[in-house]
């Protein structure tokens, strides 16, 4: 599986855009990418998930570049609610393979006033 | 509809006692995994369900923890003779099947804590 490297922390203030990024050298042609939000005393929360290009939702955009070694987590106009970690993780698509994910450390990202 | 739910949501116990841990998953939902978060860290994978098939145990950290689902839903972690060590946030989560561009949706978690 891919290992994931993205940064410790990160601190921003509201409204304004936070962008994250992943770096995942070894990924595999069949892998996603996926991103995860977690706030303290909570389970993980899905956000979005690419393969390559650009994704959007409601919450955020992910880039992806066509060599797919990055990606990158937009948040934005970020609010205090927005203050958490936030995973990136990597992993094989296919029926059989197992979905199980492998999280990182996360980046922890401080949102203030 | 309802989340993924489990049961307790803290439970204290003392060195070398045997717990239980509860996940209700997702109505409808044949995948089911177990993840522990340790204070400050990422989590790590435990063991998956996936339907009728046997079970992926390769996250599973020593022979004193298991986990049975039975009837296809409820899940049962068990750690035998817990230790120090063992203290940490135990995640469930459940998906609709096991591919990984589903979803994975997460209980709350139980707060375990070996003293």
């Known amino acids: 599986l891919a290992k994931t490297t993205q940064p410790i922390s990160m601190d921003s203030y509201e409204g304004q855009e936070v962008n994250i990024t992943c770096s995942h050298n070894?990924?595999?042609?069949?892998?996603?990418i996926t991103w995860y939000q977690q706030f303290p005393s909570q389970g993980p929360r899905f956000i979005i998930q690419g393969y390559k290009t650009k994704v959007t939702n409601e919450v955020a955009s992910l880039f992806i570049p066509a060599d797919r070694k990055s990606s990158t987590l937009s948040l934005p106009r970020v609010s205090l609610s927005d203050t958490a970690v936030y995973y990136c993780?990597?992993?094989?698509?296919?029926?059989?393979?197992?979905?199980?994910?492998?999280f990182g450390q996360g980046t922890e990202l401080s949102v203030k006033p | 509809g309802a989340g993924v739910s489990q049961s307790p949501s803290n439970k204290v116990t003392e060195k070398g006692k045997d717990v239980e841990l509860r996940c209700d998953p997702i109505?409808?939902?044949?995948?089911l995994y177990w993840y522990r978060q340790s204070l400050g860290q990422g989590l790590e994978f435990l063991i998956y369900?996936?339907?009728?098939?046997?079970?992926?145990k390769s996250g599973l950290p020593s022979d004193r923890f298991s986990a049975e689902r039975t009837g296809g839903s409820v899940s049962t972690l068990t750690i035998q003779r817990t230790q120090q060590e063992d203290s940490a946030v135990y995640l469930c989560a459940s998906s609709v099947d096991s591919q990984s561009t589903d979803t994975q949706y997460f209980g709350p978690g139980t707060r375990l804590t070996v003293l």
């Open positions: 993780l990597v992993g094989p698509a296919g029926h059989n393979q197992g979905g199980k994910l492998i």
């Open positions: 369900f996936q339907g009728n098939s046997a079970p992926d």
């Open positions: 070894n990924i595999a042609t069949n892998d996603y």
């Open positions: 109505s409808g939902h044949t995948a």
